[in-house]
């Protein structure tokens, strides 16, 4: 053979192997990316609870314990009515954790407020500072839901938010021990009462700075894919994300109608009128229905839970007004209605009593989810206030048979979630979205860019 034929043959075969050598590491790394891929995905369907993700859920709680604290408090020492809270913040605007800013400080200034009320002795300062209460636990009952709803992995997205309501809930029963005459409930212990007002917001101040921003607001409203790509890294404790930045660039892409929504201009939303009528009956049926003292585990979905809250709750209504009217000549009826009035609370607080908040999350994309929150929260204290000052009347004419006013609003509810409202329970916001406005959601394909 001719030395110049064997040398091309030797070309030919060293350009052959050259290919098979690039093709062999690009079918490795293409396995890789796959193997990857199948492990997250794998981890959002388990739905991954990394140690960041329950720190964080823990250290945005915080200022919750305070709230209930200091609401307990208030309203079983002063002896006030009940107030609304005026929530003016714009929320829409606002970073994540910069709320979390705003409602530790208007905690601060509250609980400053507070402290020079046991010296200045004037009807008018106190309303104000009631004022202030109003402002700072407002913001926190809207803040605090919202971040949650935006960290947290669509699997435990329930119960993930209902933390915020467990850790109110504990600030209440904290309050109802030092109320207690033997504790610090007389005057001389009231200002110690009062000087704990601020304890809480100084313990997470020093934490937020640590905290991530939602990855939904950094990616959606402030276009950073990039932070919002290290924010769930973060979260998730795991490197691959690129399946959770595809939902929020589908809901980004889905979304792009409800830009700058406001909560009037919510209001008047067509397009959102079904969510917003949702969240108005929930609210309506949260404070129609009774008090929430604790919380259980979030296990069924959203729908199921409400649909057992409101049933039993009306029908333990009916069957606890028969069971006290009996008591003046059953004695022991009154045993039975023990028994029925905790078989009610169990109902309320596996339904009605946290759930509607989650769902005021669920049911609302990214650019409209804060204002929604806004106009929910500021209907479940009016309403607060209402069923407060009804009651005054109901008790004293009707007596026993003042719970048969609410059984009307329970029974009509359930049929109102029974026929509209969708489960939410492991689904996309898009995936809501498409369930509520009974279409079939599109899903847009798109090339995504590679993490580094």
């Not at 997250?40 to 369907?45: L, M, Q, V």
């Not at 021990?177 to 009231?190: A, N, P, R, S």
């Not at 990855?215 to 690129?242: C, G, H, M, T």
Request: net charge positive.
């Amino acid at each position: 053979m001719d030395p110049g034929d064997e040398k091309a043959n030797a070309e030919i075969k060293r350009e052959v192997n050259s290919v098979g050598s690039v093709q062999s590491t690009v079918q490795e790394a293409r396995n890789r990316e796959n193997s990857k891929k199948d492990v997250g995905i794998a981890a959002t369907k388990k739905g991954e609870l990394s140690v960041v993700l329950i720190l964080v859920t823990v250290a945005s709680c915080l200022i919750s314990v305070q709230h209930g604290y200091n609401l307990w408090v208030l309203r079983n020492t002063i002896g006030m009515v009940q107030y609304i809270p005026y929530l003016t913040a714009p929320f829409h605007y606002l970073s994540r954790k910069v709320a979390l800013f705003i409602t530790n400080f208007s905690t601060i200034i509250f609980a400053v407020v507070m402290a020079f009320s046991l010296s200045i002795h004037s009807r008018g300062y106190i309303i104000f500072s009631r004022l202030c209460s109003g402002i700072s636990t407002g913001i926190c009952f809207c803040v605090g839901p919202l971040y949650l709803g935006e960290i947290s992995p669509r699997s435990l997205r329930g119960g993930i938010i209902m933390t915020h309501h467990l850790f109110y809930l504990f600030g209440f029963l904290v309050a109802q021990i030092l109320c207690l005459q033997e504790v610090l409930g007389t005057g001389k212990g009231f200002p110690t009462l009062i000087k704990l007002f601020g304890v809480m917001p100084l313990l997470q101040l020093p934490l937020l700075p640590f905290l991530p921003e939602s990855p939904r607001y950094l990616l959606i409203q402030k276009k950073d894919e990039e932070s919002s790509r290290q924010a769930l890294k973060k979260l998730r404790n795991r490197n691959y994300v690129e399946d959770e930045i595809e939902e929020l660039h589908q809901e980004d892409i889905v979304e792009k109608s409800e830009k700058n929504m406001k909560p009037l201009k919510l209001l008047y939303s067509k397009k959102l009128r079904r969510q917003v009528i949702a969240i108005i009956v929930l609210m309506v049926g949260q404070q129609f229905d009774g008090n929430s003292v604790i919380l259980v585990a979030y296990y069924k979905g959203c729908r199921f839970l409400l649909l057992i809250g409101f049933g039993v709750s009306s029908f333990i209504c009916v069957l606890l007004t028969v069971a006290m009217e009996m008591q003046s000549a059953v004695p022991e009826m009154r045993y039975f209605s023990v028994i029925l009035i905790y078989i009610f609370l169990f109902a309320h607080v596996i339904g009605p009593g946290p759930l509607p908040i989650v769902l005021v999350v669920e049911l609302f994309l990214q650019s409209s989810r804060s204002s929604a929150t806004v106009i929910a929260q500021v209907l479940h204290w009016l309403l607060f206030f209402i069923v407060a000052l009804i009651l005054l009347y109901i008790e004293i004419h009707i007596g026993p048979y003042s719970l048969i006013f609410f059984c009307p609003f329970g029974f009509a509810i359930f049929i109102y979630i029974f026929k509209f409202i969708p489960e939410t329970r492991n689904r996309t916001f898009v995936e809501i979205r498409g369930k509520v406005t009974t279409r079939k959601p599109r899903r847009v394909h798109f090339k995504m860019q590679s993490s580094k």
